[in-house]
C-alpha cells in the first residue's frame, strides 16, 4: 500500500486553497469501501476515511478532519493517480470532488457515489452490507443488491423528496459533508426533473432555516414545506413578515404547487403546526404494484415518504412477499409511517384479520388513519412503538383501542424504523410478543446489523435478506430481511 504526505502546493492545487481547507495532503492507496461512503486507507499506522475514492485506486486525499489524538482521520480525493477501471466522470459538478477543489472549494455532500459506474456501485453496497452485518450482527448472509432498470446508466432523477439549508442570503443550499457550510445549488440532478422547474434558488427563503420539498412520482404537484429558522418563529412580527414575502414570491407558480409554512415540535412526535402560504398542506401519492394494485395516499407536510420515485411499490412488493399475510391473520406494521405497508397487508389479511398500524408522529397518524379510512381491519396506534407494544403484552386481553390485543396473538410483525433502528428496548418488546416471522425493513445497515446482533441473541435467526439500490449515486441503500425463531 503507498502512502506519502505532501502539501497543497506540491499537489498542484490552486493557491486559494490555503487557508480554505487543510493545508495537507496524502497520497494513499485505498482499501475497501467501509458504511457511510468511504474508502479505508493506512498513512503510517492511521486509518484514514477517504471519500470520492474506489477500492484499489491510488489517490491524492486533501485531510479534512486531523489530530494526533484523532481516531481516524478524513479526507477528499483531489487527485487520481491509478484510477479504478470503474470511475466515470462524476453525475454532479457540484458534488464531485475533483472538480470542487480545483476550484478552490469543499463539495457538497449527498452524491459521494455519483463517480462510479451504477453496477459498482451496487457490488460495493452489497460488500457493505455484507460486511458490517458480519461484523456488527455476527451473521452471514448471501445479500446481492437489485437496482431499479429506470436508474439505469446514470443514477440521476429519482428522489421526489428534497431537503434544503438556506444560506445567510436567504438561497437554497447544501451542506459540505460533516460541515455547517453551505453552498448554494441551481439544479439538483439526483431529484425528479419537477423539482427543477420550481426553480427554487430564485426565491429569497431569508427568516428560514430549512426548505423541503415534495414532488410526487405522479408530476402533477408539488408542496414546498418552509421551516422558519428558531430566530424568525420566536418572534411574531418578524415570522409574518417573512411569511407574507414568501407568499408572495411564490404566488407566481401554477395552482398545482402548494406551500406551507411549518412550526416544528421539540418532541419527537409531537405535533407540527403548518400554515399554509397557497394550495394544500398535503399532496397525493399514488403507489401501483403489478402484483397487489393500486392505491392512493395522502401525505401532510413534512411527513415521512420513501424518497425514490418507485421506492414506495419496490418495498410494497417486497414486504407482501416477505410477509406472504394470510387471510385472518393479525400483523403488527409498526413505524408505520402513512400507513403506505399496513393498506396493502390490510388487503391481504382481509375482515376477519387485522393489522395494527403504528406510528410516533401525530401527522403521519393523521394521514394514516384518513389512507387506510376503507379498511376496518387496519387500526392506526399513535405512539412509540416500545411503548405500544409493551402495552400490548402488558395488556393483552384489552380491546384494541384501549392498548390491548382483545386476546389475540400477533402472526408477523413488520418494521421499518429510522436510520437509528429499533434499538434494544424496541427489539426487546418485539420479542415478547412471539411472533412467528418479523420483517425488517432498513434503511441503515449498522443499526440493522446492531439490531440483528440483539434478534440473534433473543434466539431470532436471519433467514434472508435483500438489498435494493433505491439511492442511487449515494451510499444508502435498503435492504427487507426475514427473521424466523431458531428451533
Ligand atoms: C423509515 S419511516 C417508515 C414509514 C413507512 N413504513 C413507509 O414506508 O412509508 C419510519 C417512520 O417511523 C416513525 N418513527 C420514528 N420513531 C418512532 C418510534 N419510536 N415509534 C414509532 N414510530 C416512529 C417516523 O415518524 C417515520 O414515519
Known sequence: MTSTIRSAAQADLPEDLTGVIAPETVTVEVGPMAHGGHCVARHEGRVIFVRHAIPGEIVVAQLTETGDKARYWRGDVVEIIRASEFRRSHQWKLADSLRAYHAGRQPIGGAEY?????????????????????????????????????????????????????????????????????????????????????????????????????TPSTGDEALIIVIPSKDTAAQDARLNECMKRWKKQLSTYPESVSAVVALESEKLGGPIELTRLRGRTWVKEVVASAKYGSKTFRVSGPGFWQVHREAPATLVDAVMAAASPQPGEVLADLYAGAGLFSAFLADAVGEDGCVLSVEASVGASRDARRNLHSTPQAYVLNGRTDRVVGSWINRSEAPLNRGGLDGRSVDTVVLDPPRSGAGKAAVQRIHQLAPTKIVYVSCDPASFARDTRWLGELGWSLDSADVYDLYPDTHHMESVAVFTRAE
Open 114 to 214: 455519483g463517480h462510479i459506474v451504477l453496477e459498482h456501485q451496487r457490488r460495493l453496497k452489497a460488500h457493505v452490507f455484507r460486511d458490517t452485518l458480519s461484523r456488527i450482527g455476527k451473521q452471514t448472509v448471501e445479500a446481492g443488491v437489485s437496482g431499479l432498470e429506470s436508474d439505469e446508466p446514470t443514477g440521476l432523477h429519482w428522489r421526489t423528496r428534497n431537503a434544503f439549508a438556506v444560506t445567510s442570503s436567504g438561497r437554497i443550499a447544501m451542506h459540505v459533508h460533516r460541515s455547517m457550510t453551505t453552498i448554494p445549488v441551481r439544479n439538483i440532478p439526483l431529484a425528479v426533473s419537477a423539482l427543477d422547474d420550481l426553480h427554487l434558488w430564485d426565491i429569497d427563503f431569508t427568516g428560514a432555516d430549512r426548505v423541503e420539498v415534495a
